[in-house]
């Protein structure tokens, strides 16, 4: 018998304590068979990205894992004056389309902004609502929201710092960069994940190598100047070369 995608879970409300399900794709299924380089997975079931966000449907609070628990008194305030007194119930706890996954995202972003949100939280937010649009092949959306996204993981960077995994928000800024076609700001970020002797993360070295690469390519096919960095870098490549 095939087990079912979806699972329910109980989920209590950040704003009104209300305990209300919400949807989830089981671990096993959770397997991509393709994935971008700025880590946009595309699945051949139900897709776990279209659940990340859970809304209330009693208030219409949206949030993620990885949202703020505790409102303050200024949050909750906010959030009722500009979402809550104008929610219209409805239910997203069951399996969602794209253009209710986008619904939700874009609640959730909003709810985010309007409580004033880490923001990682925001950048996250602002990444997968591109990631939507990608699959809608809305390149003119995803254009925009990667735009948003990059600008907020600089505020993560310059605000928060990298915590844990410096290397693989560089590398993001680099990707995201490249994406916008900001090329040499692209080659700056890259350039700190190939060059620092403090990252030892390999995947995400060889991954910073690997768009290094690619966006070299599309500077050359694109007619531009390289910067000095990549210029150096080659030189650098050229003399340890055994040709």
Known sequence: MELEPLYKVKVTCHYCENEFETSRVRPSLKRPYRTDSDFCAYYKQENPDFYVVRICPSCGFASTENSSGNLNEIQRKAFIEQIGNRWV???YSGARNLEQA?????LGLLCAQVIQEKDRVVAGLLHHIAWL????????QEHRFLEFSLEAYIKVFEREGTGGNEAKLL????ELNRRVGRFHEAVQWFGRVIHDKRITDAA?????REQWALLREQMISGKMELPQEMLETDKEAAKRSPL
């Open 204 to 208: 995400m070295i060889r991954a910073s």
């Open 102 to 106: 986008l619904a939700t995202y874009k």
């Open 89 to 91: 119930k409805r239910d």
């Open 133 to 140: 649009y990608r699959y809608m092949e809305d390149h003119t």
């Open 171 to 174: 590398y993001l800024l680099g």
